[in-house]
């Protein structure tokens, strides 16, 4: 998803709906990493309002699960009989050659 921007609003709907009641400090983390400035290189801060923090830990914890929201779900709802493997945002799909005695898939990335 390079160069994508996740709205936070989705992500923080979408965390909501992976969590317990008990868990609610999750949320209040996510929200907290989402928000936090960019601090540039010369030391100054710049707010964000959109896209999750590069680098840190939970990006690609946040990524993955607004793929599965985002396009995972989409996939199976749209293209029911087409089967698909995804790790982060690289996709494998399959085809009636997958399904031969050679084992072929071809690859490619969902963005």
Not at 61 to 68: D, T
Not at 78 to 84: A, D, H
Not at 96 to 104: C, L, M, N
Request: a positive charge; one cysteine or more.
């Amino acid at each position: 998803m390079s160069g994508v921007l996740v709205p936070w609003d989705l992500m923080v709907k979408a965390v909501e709906a992976n969590i317990t009641t008990s868990q609610k400090w999750v949320l209040l983390y996510v929200k907290r990493w989402l928000s936090a400035p960019l601090q540039l290189p010369d030391g100054t801060l710049a707010g964000r309002g959109r896209g999750t923090p590069q680098g840190s830990a939970v990006s690609p914890v946040l990524a993955n699960l607004f793929m599965h929201y985002a396009f995972d779900l989409y996939l199976a709802r749209e293209f029911p009989v087409v089967q698909f493997e995804r790790y982060a945002d690289l996709c494998r799909a399959r085809h009636k050659s997958a399904y031969s005695d050679s084992g072929i898939m071809p690859t490619g990335t969902c963005s």
